[in-house]
């Protein structure tokens, strides 16, 4: 593997490329699966496939890189994720007593709601949306993320709110 100064297999560049992208890209690809574990996992082997071909890596790429192959991953993940998830979905029961304040229930109620609201936006609103709301991203920088310009980025965060309005009620403001 020939090191140059301007290489990716330069371990400066490298652990640069880390310490600059690793938890964007972990968030980004946790908005999309669901699964902080599975996101973390996801990127550490994106990063390590890198590492392996860090010669032929453009070092000024690597960003849009790294992007690609967790993409790639989470796709190929995507399917058996979804299996998981139905799975879990079944086994997890909440079993409150009658004993529970009304407080309880209700924030109970609302948070099952939001959940619901969000997950029934599409892929693409709900990464747009949990980039900006969560991982308090610009648009700019959701723009660059997901490879889309910043009038997308805007329609789909429009989408998502009038959505989850509609789900959630009126009277909300996000």
Same mark, same amino acid.
């Given at each position: ?39 973390? =996992? ?92 969560? =991982? ?39």
């Amino acid at each position: 593997m020939p090191k140059q100064k301007d290489s990716l297999c330069e371990e400066r560049n490298f652990d640069a490329l880390f310490n600059a992208h690793y938890e964007t890209a972990r968030n980004y690809i946790y908005y999309r699966c669901g699964s902080l574990q599975q996101a973390e =996992d996801i990127v550490q082997d994106s990063f390590v496939k890198m590492w392996k071909r860090c010669a032929d890596i453009i070092l000024k790429t690597a960003r849009s890189f790294l992007f690609t192959i967790c993409n790639n991953a989470l796709r190929n993940e995507f399917d058996h994720q979804k299996v998981v998830l139905k799975h879990e979905a079944t086994l997890i029961k909440e079993d409150r007593d009658d004993e529970s304040p009304d407080f309880i229930l209700e924030v109970e109620d609302f948070r099952k709601k939001l959940e619901n609201a969000i997950a029934n936006l599409s892929d693409k609103e709900r990464e747009v949306f949990l980039l900006s709301r969560i =991982d308090k991203k610009s648009y700019k920088e959701i723009a660059e993320i997901t490879n889309i310009s910043v009038k997308a980025v805007e329609r789909r965060m429009s989408n998502a709110f009038i959505n989850l309005r509609t789900a959630l009620g009126t009277h909300l403001k996000f």
